[in-house]
């Protein structure tokens, strides 16, 4: 039996049922907090108490207190209160009462460990093309699928050397996210924001222990999970003119089921300039960080070669987009499959040529890098990728003259937007930087703004030192995992009202009650693209409660690589940070 209580039970499809949680109306991050750094509760109006209490496993009051502050949400009469508690220091189980609500309370020293590993364990479990074994898995072990050693070049990718139906082998990688299909645009994106992490803590993420096939090996865990998406991204570059696939896929979206029962045909579509310029970008960023290992040294000089080549490619093809639209009108068999769109390449040019400038040290890279510096700073998601420009900039901190007009744009350029989003915290429902406006709700937000924000607020905490952008990133960060205007916490596995129902088929398929743990759900999102008859009814619009826990609800609760790598990026180097303190 799934564990939480069930209010609503409707499905046509037959895949599972909805299930409404009953939520505590005291919200609080379910993982945990910091001993030393800010705890607040966010207390529905429902709630509200003159006064709060804290009391520890012995039944000790340790803290009593108001509320400090009442906020009203942005687009609906309700209301919050907002309770402090940070004066509490000492690590332990607590309950939080308000007049006769409770609430459960963890304090601890590397509050945030367990998510950022599990979130990270995650890729494993998305693996294609090998089993998934029960002594790294558990339950979740499944046999090998999707060997993709014989995928067809679809026509709209036809060349002379490689004309349709030419077979070629690309196996392995991640599934993209509850789909099996691959894509190279996102796939680049997702190394790029965990390697962005990396590359300010490596020892951190170094050291992080995963329990895969590869832990045995003399590499870190992390690298070596990297790596098995990254060899197989090596694949979908044609070697005849070095232009990139821009996914491997089915023609259609499989059905809920397991991945061995898939039996439709898969290809390689046509090349695209933004997979090549990401896929430059990124493996000119893995030739650096790889290449620091002796074991690596190989593949770090492949990826480069390769990261040239893609580039060059660009070069003469410098306007190319998905076009899936007209494809579909010209050519058989018609794919219907995630499209990764873009029609703007400035970002992936900034991106693909800061990358391939530090790696090489060739001027000529610098030179498109001043060329595309954007004026602005936006937060890095798979379509806009500027910001990871911006990210390898403030990393490699170049004080040469001519890289230094690039580092001084983005550095200031990163203060002014976190200064922008922290002035929204004094009148938030949630106390966070996160949420305070209705555009931070949409497809994937959870990951896209909420973590991005707390990311870009990491680096601004390095540069600057100031202690209040560390502050913000925890607070968004609590925002995911339970203090916020549903009350889940958004990663599956944690807390005590998880997302139960994530659209993935690994999960639903599976036969087991519980999801693959540590995945983030999209999150709620009132444009609600997936709305139909067979769906139950989203328990409100609101953009903050639009989220649907639901396994047929693609547009806010599917899971993705991107969106874990966020994750990761975000609650690693909260650990790497603050964890032991
Ligand atoms: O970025 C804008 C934002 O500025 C605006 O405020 C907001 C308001 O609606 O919309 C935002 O755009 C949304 C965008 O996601 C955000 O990245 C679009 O409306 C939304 O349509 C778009 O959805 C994308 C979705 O595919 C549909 O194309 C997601 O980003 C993307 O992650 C998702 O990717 C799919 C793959 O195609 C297939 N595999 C699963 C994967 C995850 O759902
Ligand atoms: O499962 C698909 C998911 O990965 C995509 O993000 C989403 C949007 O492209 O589409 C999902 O597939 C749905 C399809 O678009 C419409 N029919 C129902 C499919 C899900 O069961």
Request: hydrophobic letters at 35%.
């Amino acid at each position: 039996m799934k564990r939480l209580i069930a209010l609503s039970i409707i499905t046509i499809l037959g895949s599972s049922f909805a299930f409404a949680q009953e939520h505590n109306p005291i919200k609080v991050n379910q993982v945990g907090y910091y001993p030393n750094q800010e705890k607040t509760a966010a207390v529905e109006k429902s709630a509200e108490a003159k006064k709060y209490t804290l009391t520890d496993a012995n039944g000790k009051v340790v803290w009593k207190g108001k509320g400090t502050r009442k906020a009203v949400s942005h687009w609906s009469d309700k209301e919050r209160e907002i309770v402090d508690f940070s004066s509490v220091t000492t690590p332990g189980e607590y309950t939080l009462t308000a007049g006769k609500l409770t609430q459960k309370v963890i304090i601890k020293a590397k509050a945030l460990e367990d998510v950022a590993i599990a979130g990270m364990k995650a890729f494993y479990l998305q693996r294609t093309g090998e089993p998934i074994l029960e002594q790294y898995a558990g339950k979740y072990a499944r046999p090998a699928a999707h060997p993709d050693t014989c995928v067809y070049v679809h026509p709209a990718a036809a060349t002379e050397a490689r004309p349709a139906g030419f077979k070629l082998s690309s196996p392995g990688g991640w599934y993209d996210a509850g789909d099996f299909n691959k894509y190279i645009v996102n796939s680049a994106f997702s190394h790029g924001i965990m390697f962005a992490a990396y590359e300010m803590n490596p020892e951190y993420f170094n050291a992080m222990k995963l329990n895969i096939p590869e832990s045995n090996n003399s590499t870190p865990d992390f690298l070596d999970e990297n790596l098995v998406n990254l060899k197989w991204m090596l694949t979908m570059q044609d070697p005849n003119d070095g232009g990139l696939y821009h996914k491997l896929t089915t023609p259609n979206f499989e059905g809920f089921v397991m991945p061995a029962t898939c039996k439709q045909q898969r290809y390689v579509t046509q090349k695209t300039t933004s997979a090549a310029l990401d896929f430059a970008a990124i493996m000119a960023k893995a030739s650096r960080i790889y290449g620091k290992f002796a074991e690596y040294k190989e593949f770090a000089a492949q990826a480069l070669k390769q990261a040239e080549f893609a580039y060059k490619w660009a070069e003469k093809n410098p306007n190319v987009y998905y076009d899936q639209f007209g494809n579909n009108k010209k050519y058989q068999p018609q794919v219907n499959t995630g499209e990764y769109g873009d029609r703007r390449f400035d970002d992936e040019w900034f991106w693909a040529s800061t990358e391939l400038f530090l790696a090489t040290q060739n001027m000529n890279y610098l030179q498109d890098v001043q060329k595309y510096t954007p004026k602005q700073f936006t937060i890095p998601t798979w379509g806009q990728v500027s910001g990871l420009g911006a990210y390898a900039w403030i990393a490699a901190g170049l004080k040469d003259d001519k890289a230094k007009m690039v580092l001084d744009m983005t550095g200031n350029e990163l203060t002014k937007f976190a200064d922008e989003l922290l002035a929204t915290v004094p009148t938030s429902c949630y106390n966070t930087p996160y949420g305070n406006v209705e555009n931070n709700f949409h497809w994937g937000c959870l990951a896209e703004s909420c973590c991005g924000q707390a990311i870009e607020m990491l680096y601004v905490y390095r540069i600057t030192g100031n202690k209040k952008y560390l502050t913000a990133a925890i607070e968004n960060a609590d925002y995911v995992l339970g203090r916020n205007a549903t009350g889940y916490c958004y990663v599956t596995g944690f807390g005590q009202t998880p997302t139960m129902h994530p659209h993935q088929r690994l999960s639903a398929a599976d036969g087991i009650d519980d999801p693959l743990p540590g995945f983030l759900a999209g999150g709620p999102n009132p444009g609600q693209q997936d709305k139909n008859a067979s769906l139950p009814e989203y328990p409100s619009n609101y953009p903050d409660e639009s989220y649907l826990d639901h396994d047929g609800s693609y547009a806010s609760n599917e899971i993705a690589i991107n969106w874990n790598a966020s994750l990761v990026a975000l609650m690693g180097w909260l650990e790497a940070e603050v964890g032991p303190l």
